[in-house]
Every structure is written in structure tokens, then in C-alpha cells.
């Protein structure tokens, strides 16, 4: 507790020095000059008097911020003895105006500035590029990056901010193939490791440990993705995968007061819970009473454990004695639950239409002395089953020029979320071997909870215990009342940095940023809940008089986690940036420390009481025999605790020269030192660079005199290589130890080895070549780029064979495994209609290729290979993540067995094929199982104030493979699948279906053949239609309105496939198993306001 206080302290001190030295800062600043020449602004096609435009005027000694007046007029301020005026005017909706004026011209007569009235969405933007370290006009670049602005990322509405990057961003995919979340990944892969293939995240200059989720969208100004070394490498050993950098809106000097005001509703559909075929509720019973009849169910009847057995089981068993009155009555039960679809309880009582609510208000402005802004997010989220989500974010910062050559940055972020959770969804609710019999009632005709089989039956739990045990019925309908999950997450991050300009051309940065994120988390289970019911009962016993004795105290129970993430990180550098009138040199030369600590412990309650914060006690040193099955087991103190840290020492430079604006040469080096490699790693000189050039060809004067220098007036060749690398946390360079608690038997602190001692142990490294073309078509109607990369990625972590007598396993990890990568990356921009109605589009399109290229941990076993979730495959010469299968020979047209091939021969001994015997040389090589095609196509029209944007996203040439029936599964855990009614059922089927037959009793190994054989593995190919987006800009001067800008929109997202490649109705991203569901489709509306 006192811990706590003084982190408390700790951030409020923080947060109240920023925050006052932010305040005072905003008083600052004066404005001089003195006004002398009218002027006024005029609309180009019609004359139209422009009120409100800001314009920004320069006399070479005081810069001075204008608004023009209801008239369009305004009056340049500077001193007589200026001879020329340097005038910059923006304004929505129009072109922006840079020229200057010369004085003594101008002062003779009123001035009129004619703006010609644009659309802004088809402007060509000037794209700054930021590294981290430092920005970087586009012109100067030699390596990959792609860049994307508020106003693209405005077209779509998300939470978070990773979000609105799917699909518009060219080799950036979201691999969707398990139930997890998805993972980012930036041309392909570049480890083995899917811990360690996430994108390095940039923050305002600092690598962001925090969750990404905390950073609010429309905090974001604009966001470069970093993809080849030469981009990259900076980062040294953290950026193989890519990097993204994400920077937030930031205020100006001399910039006039502006809010801008963003409100928006989303309301997310009930998902389709029919939009998958399942098993249906007949097929499931007739295979109930199948199995009934052929004495299936014996064992689990007569067992003493009380295994549950199903409802129409249990109807069964009473059938055998009942009456024929009674028999009747069974039957037309059963037949009623043939026509009851759990699905039908779900989507009526469970799944909900869910509201995300998002509210942003931004500020900026700035004096002579001063730029700041100051940023208010909130987001109140509740999605299908009432998880709810709360954020709020706050942010300031500003710039104080303390004097002409030195200046002061500052800011501060804190960010506050909490989630809470709802009710169980499809998944979560579940029985015998985690699946559901599908024609579960969940509530009564009146819509009151009814209780459903878990772990034992109704018959032998209803009289246990003579009324002396908790009820033991599981109500799904109303069990999540009594389990309320909360997390919340605070995170400060807080910087400071001073820039002192030694010469115009010479500048020194010291920066510090200071980031801490705590998260917390308590699962409190209240006493109704089955979870506190369960275990209570299963710990209870009985005493030699018959009183119960309760080893697990009545009550709640709490689970509680909390953690933390300190960092600290400290950067020195230097910056060139020489100019002549041939010549650009630029270069910066840096060194930087980071410190992140991350601090873990959980822990657990027993007979808690959320009143009075008290709890119980319970033995953890003995096992006790569970009150039905007999078996020892011990009650879980649930403590864990855990302490990481990773120090790294950088060294790092980057120098790019240009000359006559045409030919640039680019170099970077990088150092990194950290206690997370080996000591040899460490003491060897082992850098990682990249080299760049690039040729402006549309500088060179051959070409401007010629017909292609005309049609095509921006072309630019580059080509760039480096290395880059990537680390994983976990690994250690010493032998490590795990603390468990306490022994469970002793009751004494116990550890057990964590990892082991590689002094060799060093990063993984990535080497990459890309060669890219740039170019722009007259009057900007096509531009774009095509690049080509080849990536060759060596030092992989894999698990190498050890000498298994030396105790610690037959496998450790080292830096073992090879592989390489290459494809395109293409992006075109057309503007297609440049009128009254205009029409642009945006296609991007990427190709990936990975290939094993050394695996020192081999497998041949064909069945190894045999997964529905992809994993690493391990084999040379193949993809990292392929779809194999096993030869099909059809089924047997006498008996609908599965056949597959034994030496080439047609068999069914299943054992034989699955064996040792069949190799991976043996399996059919299907593919990819990630797409090595993919892209989008985005199309905007504008017409007047409107606007509409569609965007298609399509992935192509990979495969997946389809879960089937399983009639083992089936039989023991209640799992179905759709494809048990396109079984073979009589001679005759086997020239409509590959699914075999149902034999009883099942054969597990003929189920290890056909679910991965040939007919199973399906092309993943498919065209998305991703989101929807139209707006209305209001027109200012026409509507008289009291603000510069108002913008309304409607957009809708995850609107479905609009075409698939297999013929079974599935959707690739979501095949993977029966419960996994699409996204609903989200319908969004929203308000942009600015003052």
C-alpha cells in the first residue's frame, strides 16, 4: 500500500509540473507590427468575398497570424522600411497561396488575392516522412515507407488505431487464423517466432510499450510505416518486422487558436449465428439414440464419478422403464428438442446489438514564442455481449522558444481504461469436452434461466449431499451476474526535450521520456456463481456423523492480477543539415539509453466478502479426495509473482547527401547492447547499417526536354540494403529461475529453472534489398510506385537437440534457423474525373514469398504436418506457414471408408498411412497458408460538398484447411459439424461426397487420415468489401455558419465477402473452427466540427 502511495505521488508530481509549465507557457507570447496595406480576398470563379482565411504574413523580421473580416479584407502589418512581403493563406476547401509581395508595388493599391476553389480530398499532399529521429521530406528518401494522413484514417471509425490501417496500406496484411487477435504483419514474415513478429511502434519520437489500444485515433495526425532497412535499420535490433510510427497532432508557432471537435456513434449488428451450417439438432439425437442403442453410454451410466450425460440420454435411460403412456410422453420430448436450435436462445437472450460512442476534442495555437495543443478523448464502448469498454485520453503539449536558438519541447499523455465484462457468448458457454449439444434449451417459454448438464448429472447431483451442498446446476442465462471481470489499464507517459541551435545548419537534441503503465485486473466470482459452487461442493466432505465440513470457505472468490511497465529512455543527438544551391547534406549522429521494466503477481481470495474486503482461510499443503470422483487434489493458492527487465545501449548514425536535388546517397549504422544477449554477442563490434541511392530522374535536363519528361513529369529510381534485427523479451543470456510460491507440499518458496545460459545468444538479423520506382504523370492523374524486396533473415531462434542426460530437456533454444522472403509492392493514384463530380482511385497491391531456407530441428513424419492452425512447418524449401494433406483415393463405394495410398497402392490401413513410413515427401503440397497476394482498391467520388469512399480489400494464392466431421469427437465430446449430413450413406454417395461414412465404433486413426487428406484443404481466395464511407462538408460562406467547418458522415464496415473462391459458403479469415464468427457489420455517423 505505502508501494502504491508513492507511485501515486510519484505521477501527480509529474502530471502537476508539466501541467503548470504548459499553462504558463500558453500566456506566453507577443505580436508587433503595425498595418499599412488593405487587401482582400476573393473567391477565383466568382468573386465572392472569403470571410475568415487565415493568413500568415513575414516581413523578414516579425512573422504576425491574420483572419480576413466578413469583407474578405484584412491589412498586412510590417515595418516601412521592409521591402518585401512573404505571404502564406490557407483555407478549407480552397488551394493554398505561398508568394510574396513587393512592398512598394503593393502599397500602392488595394490588394486582391483570387483562391481558386479546390477539393481538398484530391490534393497532392506534401509528405513529410518521420523515422523517429528525425522528418524528412518524401523527395529525400531512398528507402520504403508508406505514409497515411488524419483525413485517410477519418474514413474509417475505430477504436483503436491499428484498425483503421487494415487494407490501406500496401504490404501490410492481418493474419485472422486463430481465435487470438490479429496479427500485423509488414511484408511477410522475418521470424519464426509469432511472439516476435508484431511491427516495432513509434510514439512521438519513442518506442510505445504500452498496450496500442490505448492510443486514441483522433489524437493521430499522421502514420509512416518504415519497411526496408534502409527505413528501418535505425532502429536497429528491433525493426526486422517493419516499423510503425505514429505521430500525434502537435500545435505551431504563430498559429491562431483552432478547436476541432469530433462526435461519433457506431452500432455494431447482432452477429449471424446462422451464417455457418452446424449440426442440427435431429442429426445430433439420432446419433444419441444410435449410440443408445448399441450400449454406448454404459460405462458413463453405471460410473461413480457421475460423468454428465446429455438430456435426451437421460430420457433414454428412463425410457427403459417408463410405461407406454410415459414412453409416448418421452418420444414427443425428444422430437420437440429435434426442432429446437440452441443457436435461436443465443441470438435471442445473449447476443445484443452493441453501441461504441467516440468523442474527441483537439486545440491548437501559438504566439512568436510558443506552439501548443491540447487533446480530450473519451470512448464509451458496449459490443454484442455487453463487454464494456471506457477510455479516456488527455494530452498537452507545447514548444517554448526560450531564446532564437533554443527551444523547449514538452508533453504530457495520460491515458485511463477500464473494461468490464458481460455475458458468455458461444464459446464460453460450453459442457462436456468444452462443446455444446446443440438443441440446449437456455431458458422457458416465459424467458426464465434454465439449467443445462456441465460436469455431472442432474439425477446423481439432485440428491447428493441430503440438501446440505450448494445447488450444482450450471444457469448459463444468469451465470455471468455472478462473475464480473474488470481490468484497468493507466498509462503516463511523459517527455521533455531541449533543441539548441548552434548554427542554422547544426542543432543539438536532449530528449527524455518517462512512460509507466499499470494494469490491474480482479475476476471476482460471487457465491451463486457455478464456478464458487462447483469447487465448494467438490472440496466439501463429509464427517463420521454426517455434517458437512467445507475445505473451501463459502463465499466469493476474488482472482487478482496487477502489473506494471516502467521505461525509461534517454537520447542525445546531433543534426546536420547543410544547404547550397547544388548541395544537401543532412546527418544525424546519436546515442540513447532505454530501461524497461515489467513487474507481474497474481494472486486469489477464498470466501471473500466484496463488503467487507475480508476473505477466508483454506489448507493448500494437503490433498483432499473430491466429493464425487474420489480423486486427490489440492486446492490452488493462485500466487504467481515475476520481474523482467531490458536495458539497451544504442549508438546509432544516419547521413543522406544530395546533390542538384537529383542524385542522393543514404547510409545508416546502428549499435545495440542489451543484458538480453550473450556476453560474446556484447563484446563483439557487430553493427547493423543500410546503404541508399536514388536518382530523381524528372531533375535531369535531358529529360525535361523531352516527350516523357513532359507526359511524365516525375520519375525516380532508388534502390536501398541494410540489416535489421529482432529480439525477444524472454530470452536471456544467463541461467534464469522461475519462482512458483509456495510448495504445494512444503509450504516453503520453491523455483524451478526458467531459461538457460547462452553466452551466444544474440539478436535475430535481417538483410534486405529493395529496389523501387516512383513516378507522376502530367498534372498528377496516375502517380504512384512499384518496389521489389528480397529479404534473407539468419540467426532465427529454433529449437536445436541437446544431450538430453544433461537434465534440462532434449530441445534449447538458440539462434539455429534461416529463411528468406521477397515480392512487390505497387501502388497507383488516379484521379479519373477532375470536374464538377470528381472521381479518384487508390489500388495497392502487394506479393510475399517466405521459404525455410535451414531448419535445424527437421521432421520428416508426415502427420507432424497434419494441424487445422497453421504452425511454423519446418520444412526446407517450403513456406513458413504451408498447407499439406494427405493423398485422397476416394471413398469406398461398398462400405464409404476413407482410402488413401499406401506405396502408391489404394488403401485404408489407416495406421500404415499415418505412420512413420509417410513421409512429408509422401503429402500433397497445397501452398501458402498466408496469402501472397493481397491488397485493396479505394474509390472516391465528390460532387459539391458530398463525398462517398468504397473500399474493396481482396486476398489471393493461399489455402485453408476445414474442420469436418470428427465421429470420435462426436461420439465422446459433443462436437458436430455440418458435414455429417453430407455423409455417405449408400452406395452410389461416394460420387457426390468426400465424407466417409459413420461407422461404429469410431476408428480414431481412419479420423487422423481423412479430416487432413486432400478434400478438406480448400483455396482461401477471396474480395472483401470493406468499408462504406460518405460525407457532407458544409459550405461556410453560403450557410453562414458560426464555425470554419462542419462535416457529417455515415459510413458502415465488415460488410462481407463479395466473392469467395470454395464452394462451401465459408469465409477464409474465419474457417477455422465452428465458433469462430466475422465481425458484424458496424454502422457508424458522426459529427468533424472546427473552429
Not at 506552439?371 to 464509451?380: C, M, T, V
Not at 469410431?1002 to 478438406?1016: D, L, T
Amino acid at each position: 500500500m505505502n508501494n502504491s502511495l508513492e507511485i501515486m505521488k510519484s505521477n501527480y508530481k509529474i502530471y502537476l509540473y508539466f501541467s503548470v509549465s504548459m499553462f504558463i507557457s500558453l500566456l506566453a507570447g507577443s505580436v508587433n507590427g503595425q498595418s499599412i496595406i488593405p487587401c482582400q480576398i476573393v473567391d477565383q470563379k466568382n468573386g465572392k468575398r472569403l470571410e475568415s482565411i487565415n493568413v500568415l504574413a513575414d516581413n523578414g523580421k516579425a512573422k504576425e497570424w491574420l483572419k480576413s473580416d466578413k469583407n474578405g479584407k484584412f491589412f498586412l502589418n510590417f515595418t516601412k522600411t521592409s521591402e518585401r512581403i512573404h505571404v502564406k493563406i490557407s483555407a478549407i476547401g480552397y488551394s493554398n497561396l505561398d508568394t510574396v509581395f513587393n512592398f512598394l508595388a503593393a502599397s500602392k493599391k488595394e490588394v486582391v488575392i483570387r483562391l481558386h476553389e479546390i477539393n481538398t480530398q484530391l490534393d497532392v499532399v506534401d509528405i513529410n516522412v518521420s523515422t523517429g529521429y528525425q522528418t524528412l521530406p518524401k523527395e529525400r528518401i531512398t528507402g520504403s515507407f508508406a505514409w497515411i494522413d488524419k483525413n485517410k484514417l477519418d474514413e474509417q471509425v475505430s477504436p483503436d488505431i491499428l484498425g483503421k490501417l487494415d487494407g490501406t496500406i500496401s504490404g501490410l496484411v492481418f493474419d485472422r487464423s486463430t481465435n487470438s487477435e490479429p496479427r500485423l504483419s509488414i511484408r511477410g514474415l522475418s521470424t519464426l517466432q509469432p511472439s516476435m513478429n508484431a511491427p516495432l511502434v513509434i510514439l512521438d519520437n519513442f518506442p510505445y510499450d504500452g498496450d496500442v489500444s490505448n492510443i486514441n485515433p483522433n489524437d493521430i495526425d499522421n502514420i509512416t510505416i518504415l519497411k526496408d532497412a534502409s527505413a528501418a535499420s535505425i532502429w536497429g535490433a528491433k525493426a526486422a518486422n517493419g516499423v510503425i510510427v505514429i505521430t500525434t497532432k502537435k500545435g505551431k508557432l504563430n498559429q491562431p487558436l483552432r478547436m476541432d471537435f469530433v462526435a461519433n456513434t457506431t452500432v455494431l449488428a447482432k452477429p449471424n449465428l446462422f451464417s455457418k451450417r452446424r449440426m442440427s439438432s435431429a442429426d445430433f439425437i439420432d446419433v444419441e439414440k444410435m449410440l443408445f442403442s448399441k450400449r454406448y453410454y454404459d460405462n458413463d451410466i453405471d460410473l461413480d464419478s457421475k460423468l454428465v450425460l446429455s438430456p435426451v440420454v437421460e430420457l433414454l435411460i428412463k425410457r427403459r422403464s417408463a410405461s407406454p403412456s410415459e414412453i409416448e410422453a418421452i418420444d414427443s420430448q425428444i422430437e420437440r428438442l429435434k426442432m429446437h436450435d440452441v443457436r435461436e436462445d443465443f441470438d435471442r437472450y445473449v447476443y445484443k446489438r452493441g453501441v461504441n460512442q467516440q468523442y474527441a476534442l483537439t486545440m491548437n495555437g501559438g504566439s512568436a514564442k510558443m506552439g501548443w495543443s491540447a487533446f480530450l478523448g473519451s470512448d464509451i464502448n458496449m459490443d454484442n455481449l455487453g463487454n464494456k469498454y471506457r477510455r479516456v485520453n488527455a494530452r498537452l503539449q507545447n514548444m517554448i522558444a526560450l531564446a532564437d536558438n533554443l527551444k523547449l519541447n514538452s508533453s504530457l499523455a495520460f491515458t485511463k481504461s477500464a473494461r468490464q465484462s458481460g455475458r458468455q457468448g458461444t464459446g464460453e458457454i460450453t459442457s462436456k469436452g468444452g462443446f455444446l449439444y446443440p438443441y440446449a434449451l437456455l431458458a422457458d417459454e416465459e424467458g426464465n434461466a434454465l439449467p443445462i448438464p456441465k460436469d455431472w448429472r442432474f439425477s446423481y447431483i439432485d440428491t447428493l449431499g441430503d440438501g446440505k451442498l450448494l445447488d450444482w446446476k450450471y444457469y448459463p442465462l444468469d451465470d455471468y451476474k455472478s462473475n464480473n471481470r474488470k481490468e484497468n489499464i493507466s498509462d503516463i507517459i511523459a517527455n521533455i526535450g531541449l533543441n539548441y541551435g548552434f548554427l542554422k545548419w547544426f542543432h543539438v537534441d536532449l530528449m527524455y521520456q518517462y512512460e509507466r503503465q499499470t494494469n490491474s485486473a480482479d475476476h471476482l466470482r460471487g457465491n451463486q456463481s457455478y464456478f464458487v459452487r462447483d469447487l465448494v461442493n467438490g472440496f466439501s466432505q463429509f464427517d463420521s456423523d454426517g455434517n458437512l465440513v467445507r475445505k473451501v470457505p463459502p463465499g466469493e472468490i476474488m482472482d487478482y492480477q496487477d502489473g506494471t511497465i516502467v521505461s525509461n529512455n534517454l537520447r542525445g543527438q546531433l543534426s546536420f543539415d547543410k544547404r547550397s544551391e547544388n548541395h544537401l547534406f543532412s546527418a544525424i549522429l546519436g546515442t540513447e539509453i532505454r530501461e524497461s521494466v515489467s513487474l507481474g503477481h497474481t494472486s486469489r481470495s477464498y470466501g471473500f466478502d466484496s463488503g467487507t474486503m475480508t476473505s477466508g482461510t483454506a489448507d493448500y499443503t494437503m490433498s483432499f479426495p473430491h466429493l464425487i470422483t474420489g480423486y486427490p487434489l489440492f486446492i490452488e493458492n493462485g500466487i504467481y509473482a515475476s520481474e523482467k527487465a531490458a536495458r539497451f545501449v544504442s549508438a546509432y548514425a544516419n547521413a543522406a547527401y544530395t546533390y542538384k536535388n537529383t542524385y542522393t546517397f543514404s547510409a545508416s549504422a546502428r549499435r545495440d547492447a542489451s543484458n538480453l544477449f550473450g556476453f560474446k554477442t556484447n563484446d563483439r563490434w557487430n553493427p547493423l547499417w543500410s546503404s541508399g541511392l536514388s536518382w530523381q530522374v524528372s531533375e535531369e535536363p535531358f529529360y525535361l526536354n523531352n516527350g516523357i519528361g513532359k507526359a511524365i513529369p516525375y520519375l525516380k529510381v532508388r534502390a536501398t540494403y541494410g540489416h535489421s534485427g529482432n529480439i525477444h523479451p524472454s530470452m536471456a543470456a544467463l541461467t534464469t529461475i522461475r519462482y512458483r510460491g509456495n510448495s504445494p507440499y512444503t509450504q516453503m518458496p520453491y523455483a524451478s529453472f526458467d531459461k538457460y545460459a547462452n553466452p551466444d545468444l544474440k539478436w535475430e538479423t535481417t538483410a534486405m534489398l529493395n529496389l523501387g520506382l516512383d513516378f507522376g504523370l502530367k498534372n498528377n492523374r496516375l502517380n504512384g510506385s512499384v518496389e521489389y524486396y528480397r529479404k534473407n533473415s539468419s540467426d532465427l531462434f529454433a529449437s536445436v537437440p541437446i544431450d538430453y542426460t544433461g537434465g534440462i530437456g532434449s530441445t534449447v533454444v538458440k539462434n539455429a534457423a534461416k529463411m528468406k522472403g521477397w515480392g512487390w509492392d505497387i501502388v497507383l493514384n488516379s484521379v479519373n474525373l477532375d470536374g464538377e463530380v470528381k472521381w479518384k482511385t487508390e489500388f495497392n497491391l502487394s506479393t510475399n514469398r517466405d521459404q525455410i531456407v535451414k531448419y535445424y530441428l527437421p521432421t520428416d513424419r508426415g502427420s507432424n504436418f497434419m494441424l487445422v492452425i497453421p504452425t511454423v512447418t519446418g520444412v526446407e524449401g517450403k513456406p513458413v506457414y504451408s498447407v499439406l494433406s494427405y493423398k485422397w483415393a476416394g471413398l469406398d463405394p461398398q462400405s464409404g471408408s476413407a482410402r488413401g495410398f499406401v506405396n502408391g497402392e489404394v488403401s485404408s490401413a489407416f495406421t500404415e498411412i499415418t505412420g512413420p513410413n509417410t513421409t512429408v515427401n509422401d503429402l500433397i503440397y497445397h501452398g501458402s497458408a498466408s496469402p501472397t497476394v493481397f491488397g485493396s482498391v479505394g474509390n472516391t467520388f465528390l460532387w459539391k460538398g458530398f463525398s462517398a469512399t468504397i473500399r474493396i480489400q481482396y486476398k489471393f494464392n493461399y489455402f485453408f484447411r476445414k474442420p469436418t466431421i470428427s465421429y470420435s469427437s462426436l461420439f465422446a465430446n459433443w462436437e458436430g459439424n455440418a458435414d455429417y449430413s453430407k455423409r455417405w450413406t449408400r452406395p452410389g454417395d461416394e460420387t457426390r461426397t468426400d465424407v466417409p461414412a459413420q461407422i461404429y465404433p469410431a476408428s480414431v486413426q481412419a479420423e487422423a487420415f481423412y479430416q487432413f487428406a486432400e478434400p478438406f484443404v480448400l483455396k482461401a481466395d477471396h474480395v472483401r468489401l470493406q468499408y462504406i464511407n460518405f460525407a457532407y462538408q458544409f459550405n461556410k460562406g453560403a450557410m453562414r455558419l458560426p464555425f470554419e467547418k462542419l462535416k457529417v458522415f455515415l459510413s458502415a464496415s465488415n460488410l462481407g465477402l463479395l466473392w469467395r473462391a470454395n464452394k462451401e459458403g465459408l469465409d477464409p479469415d474465419y474457417a477455422y473452427n465452428d465458433l469462430m464468427m466475422a465481425p458484424p457489420t458496424t454502422w457508424s455517423g458522426g459529427v468533424q466540427l472546427t473552429f
